[in-house]
C-alpha cells in the first residue's frame, strides 16, 4: 500500500476546509487489510476517511488517514418479500440507493441524497425523513485495528441510537467498517414512510405512492431546502437535535411558545434549527463562517475559513443558545485533528 506523506485533503471534506493529513493510505480492496494492519502497528494514531462530509478537518491531521474507498454491490440472498444485499464501505451512498430501487429493493427512499459514503453510513446511523439506517442494517462487516481481525456485527450490536453508535463512541478509530449488509423489501411487501410533513404533502405522492416516487420527492425536497456543498461549502447538520426533559421543554414553551419539539420517549427532542434561529444567529456570520439564513442548523463556509474559526462559531452558536435556553448543543461533525 502507498503510503503518501502531508496529503492534502482540502478537495476530500465538504466543509472546504484546508488541511493535510501527516500520513494517507488509501483501502481500494479487502485484501489489503492485513497489509494496513502493519501500517497502524506502526502508526495506531489514525482515523478513518470516507466522502468527508461529516468531518472538521484541522489544518494539520497529526494521524495516519485510511480512505476507504472500497467498491461493489452483491445480492446475498431472498425470499419472496425480501432480499439481503451487501454493499461495499467505499460506494457512493446516494448512488447505492438508486441502485437498489433500480433493483427492485426498496426501503432506503427517505434516505436519498445524504452526501458520503456506504461505510460511513453506520457511524452516526444517518437518518432523515422519518427513517434512520438502523431499521435496514442486517449486519456491519468490520476490521478491528485493536485485534487485526475481521468481525461482523449484527445490526443489535451495534449500539445504534440517535445519529449514533459503537462505531462513533468506543469503536472510534479502532474499527474500519468494510462492508455493511441491510435487509430491503421486495415492491409487493413495502410500505412507504410518509409521516413527514414535507413528503405528506408532496404532490406527487398524491397519486402514486413507490418507493421511485418517494425518492423524487425527498430529492426535490432536499434540494430546494438544504445548500448544495458543491456550491456553498458546508457538513450538513452542524448540531444534533437536543433531548430534554420534559420539565425543561415546559419551561421553554411558556416564554417561547412556538418552541418546535417531538416527544422522545419520556422526553422531548427540541429542533437545534429553531434554537439557534431564536438565538440570533440564522444567517448570521463570524468572518468568513456563518449560519446559514434559510438553514440555521447548517453551518457554512464562505470561503477560506480555518479549523479555528470553526471552532470560534461553534462556542459562540452553543453559548448563546445555553445562555437563552439552559440546552447544551452538541456537536454533530466529527473534529479530526
Ligand atoms: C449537505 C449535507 C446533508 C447531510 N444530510 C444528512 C442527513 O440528512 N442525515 C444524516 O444523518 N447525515 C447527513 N449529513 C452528514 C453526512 O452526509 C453523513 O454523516 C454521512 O454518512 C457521512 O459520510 P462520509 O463518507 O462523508 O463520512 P466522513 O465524513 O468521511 O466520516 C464521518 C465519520 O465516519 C467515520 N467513517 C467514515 N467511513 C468509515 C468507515 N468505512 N469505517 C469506519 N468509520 C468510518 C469517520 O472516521 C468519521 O468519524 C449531511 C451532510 C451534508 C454535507
Known amino acids: 500500500m502507498h503510503v503518501h506523506s502531508d496529503y492534502c485533503l482540502d478537495l476530500n471534506n465538504t466543509l472546504g476546509l484546508s488541511a493535510k493529513a501527516h500520513q494517507l493510505v488509501c483501502l481500494d480492496h479487502e485484501?489489503?487489510?492485513?497489509?494496513?494492519?502493519?501500517?497502524?502497528?506502526?502508526?495506531?494514531?489514525?482515523?478513518?476517511?470516507?466522502?468527508?462530509?461529516?468531518?472538521?478537518?484541522?489544518?494539520k491531521v497529526k494521524a495516519l488517514v485510511i480512505k476507504v474507498q472500497t467498491t461493489g454491490v452483491q445480492l446475498l440472498s431472498e425470499t419472496d418479500t425480501e432480499v439481503i444485499v451487501e454493499a461495499q464501505a467505499g460506494e457512493n451512498w446516494h448512488q447505492f440507493v438508486q441502485c437498489c430501487l433500480q433493483q427492485g429493493w426498496w426501503g432506503l427512499e427517505n434516505l436519498a441524497l445524504i452526501p458520503g459514503t456506504v461505510g460511513a453510513a453506520?457511524?452516526?446511523?444517518?437518518?432523515?425523513?422519518?427513517?434512520?439506517?438502523?431499521?435496514?442494517?442486517?449486519?456491519?462487516?468490520v476490521w478491528d485495528l485493536h485485534q487485526g481481525k475481521a468481525f461482523s456485527y449484527e445490526a443489535s450490536q451495534c449500539g445504534f441510537g440517535y445519529r449514533d453508535s459503537l462505531f462513533k463512541q468506543a469503536g472510534a478509530g479502532r474499527y474500519v467498517i468494510v462492508a455493511v449488509q441491510f435487509k430491503l423489501t421486495k415492491p409487493r411487501a413495502w410500505l412507504p414512510v410518509l409521516r413527514y410533513p414535507d413528503l405528506v404533502q408532496h404532490q406527487a405522492l398524491q397519486q402514486s405512492v413507490t418507493a421511485p416516487a418517494v425518492f423524487d420527492a425527498v430529492v426535490e425536497i432536499r434540494q430546494a431546502k438544504l445548500p448544495d456543498p458543491t456550491q456553498l461549502a458546508n457538513a450538513g447538520s452542524f448540531f444534533k437535535n437536543p433531548i430534554v426533559a420534559t420539565d425543561l421543554y415546559e419551561q421553554i414553551r411558556i416564554h417561547y411558545p412556538t418552541v418546535v419539539a417531538y416527544p422522545q420517549k419520556e422526553q422531548?427532542?427540541?429542533?437545534?434549527?429553531?434554537l439557534i434561529e431564536h438565538a440570533g444567529w440564522k444567517g448570521k456570520q463570524l468572518g468568513p463562517v456563518g449560519m446559514h439564513a434559510r438553514q440555521a442548523l447548517v453551518l457554512v463556509n464562505y470561503g477560506g475559513a480555518t479549523y479555528e474559526q470553526v471552532q470560534q462559531l461553534v462556542l459562540q452558536v452553543k453559548a448563546d443558545v445555553w445562555r437563552l435556553f439552559q440546552v447544551e448543543l452538541e456537536q454533530e461533525p466529527i473534529n479530526m485533528a
Open 31 to 59: 485484501h489489503q487489510l492485513p497489509d494496513l494492519q502493519e501500517l497502524v502497528r506502526r502508526q495506531p494514531n489514525c482515523w478513518v476517511l470516507g466522502g468527508g462530509s461529516n468531518v472538521v478537518l484541522a489544518p
Open 122 to 141: 453506520p457511524v452516526q446511523n444517518i437518518g432523515a425523513y422519518g427513517v434512520e439506517l438502523q431499521q435496514f442494517v442486517h449486519r456491519v462487516r
Open 268 to 274: 422531548m427532542k427540541l429542533a437545534a434549527g429553531w
